[in-house]
């Protein structure tokens, strides 16, 4: 069965980092975008980052651009997402999803950025 898993989240405090983790299972990620997407309690799925399958193109929200960066290596089947200069809106429940709308996403990994 094709899933994505996200790992790397956690608890952390304000100004602190973390690098989350996107695995492919049962297929080749490289050809295939990757989107990343968070949830707060009580909010919407909110799309934070894309990246190219050759990671040619990436891009950012705007309220994450300059701390989050995006990469991927296709020989591990997995996607990164580092993110830098947490603050506590950042707190959420963050996915991966090949397709751009989010339908495919799995399990989410927490991020929690509180002091």
């Known amino acids: 069965e094709e899933q994505l898993v996200v790992s790397g989240g956690g608890l952390v405090r304000p100004g602190g980092s973390l690098r989350l983790s996107c695995t492919a299972y049962d297929f080749a990620l490289r050809h295939h975008w990757i989107y990343w997407f968070r949830q707060a309690p009580g909010k919407d799925l909110e799309w934070v980052s894309s990246i190219s399958y050759d990671s040619v193109s990436i891009f950012y929200d705007p309220s994450v651009k300059g701390r989050f960066t995006a990469s991927r290596d296709n020989d591990k089947n997995t996607a990164y997402l580092q993110m830098t200069s947490l603050n506590v809106e950042d707190t959420g429940l963050y996915y991966c999803?090949?397709?751009?709308?989010?339908?495919?996403r799995g399990q989410g990994t927490q991020v929690t950025v509180s002091s």
């Open positions: 999803a090949k397709t751009s709308q989010g339908h495919d």
